[in-house]
């Protein structure tokens, strides 16, 4: 494949991933708003809107770089589109476990995509953003481990509180 293709692909690439952690944002911020019952998802959630906003630093940085900008359009499809994603599990009796749920597989799937980053980046021999597609592939891999590791206690957590009649949403 040419080079001025590569870089096609690169910057859709970049892009994709700039609008789909604007997307997480639109997902995470309001289940972060109705935790109660459960302080450790809060706070992950918590840190984890952290990382997205400096990963979003960095995605914009790679594309300053290449004298690019983000596509306004596609931020705003996409957090339009979280935000209908995280209204939909506020009313299910079992909004925490859907959110993990979602959140799971969410991590997942900006994990492909960074992958597929750094394959593109590697390609296109574009070295100078291979580390920060790395950091941000490093940190969502973390909050897809943490989310897993945490799966068994959260859901466990919703039995007890269900158990005893007190609120088990969130």
């Not at 790395?134 to 940190?139: D, G, Q």
């Amino acid at each position: 494949m040419a080079s001025d293709q590569i870089r096609d692909v690169f910057i859709a690439g970049l892009r994709n991933a700039h609008a789909m952690e604007n997307q997480a944002l639109s997902i995470m911020k309001p289940q972060v708003k109705r935790i109660e019952t459960y302080p450790e998802v809060a706070a992950k959630l918590e840190q984890h809107i952290a990382e997205t906003e400096r990963q979003i630093v960095r995605l914009e940085d790679v594309l300053t770089g290449l004298n690019e900008d983000h596509s306004t359009f596609k931020d705003l499809a996409l957090s339009f589109t979280g935000a209908m994603a995280a209204l939909g599990h506020t009313v299910a009796g079992d909004e925490i476990l859907k959110n993990s749920f979602a959140n799971f597989a969410f991590e997942n799937f900006e994990i492909a995509a960074y992958r597929s980053l750094q394959t593109i980046a590697e390609a296109g021999s574009y070295g100078a953003a291979v580390s920060a597609i790395e950091a941000n592939l490093s940190e969502e891999k973390a909050m897809a481990r943490w989310l897993e590791e945490n799966l068994v206690g959260v859901t466990t957590r919703f039995l007890s509180l269900r158990e005893v009649g007190e609120t088990a949403k969130v």
